[in-house]
């Protein structure tokens, strides 16, 4: 069974951090790609990051490129998601997925497994 479980959301305020954690189990995790999504309320879910199987390509989304940085321990099984600089726009549920695909993917179909989310707060 597939297991995707994200944990380090939370309530901050504008310009604060936060580190997110998805922590992998039921398949081989180093020959996935690993990505994160949010979703904020009455919004489309939209892709933020995704990483190659051995991190050398991280790929952004342009809403947080520069602030977030996406990154993977395989002996950990687990992807992160470091947030820089929030914004109360970044505030929403964010979700951790993956994809057997050496191909940038950035659609919320082109992945078979998923999260189910952590929430993510930001006020102003």
């Known amino acids: 069974q597939v297991q995707l479980v994200e944990s380090g959301g939370g309530l901050v305020q504008a310009g604060d951090s936060l580190r997110l954690s998805c922590a992998a189990s039921g398949l081989t995790f180093s020959n996935y790609r690993m990505a994160w999504f949010r979703q904020a309320p009455g919004k489309e879910r939209e892709f933020v990051s995704t990483?190659?199987?051995?991190?050398?390509?991280?790929y952004y989304a342009d809403s947080v490129k520069g602030r977030f940085t996406i990154a993977r321990d395989n002996n950990k099984n687990t992807v992160y998601l470091q947030m820089n600089n929030l914004k109360p726009e970044d505030t929403a549920v964010y979700y951790c997925?993956?994809?057997?695909?050496?191909?940038?993917?950035?659609?919320?179909?082109?992945?078979?497994?998923w999260g189910q989310g952590t929430q993510v707060t930001v006020s102003s």
């Open positions: 990483i190659t199987w051995n991190g050398y390509n991280p």
């Open positions: 997925a993956a994809r057997l695909s050496s191909r940038i993917l950035t659609g919320t179909s082109d992945y078979n497994y």
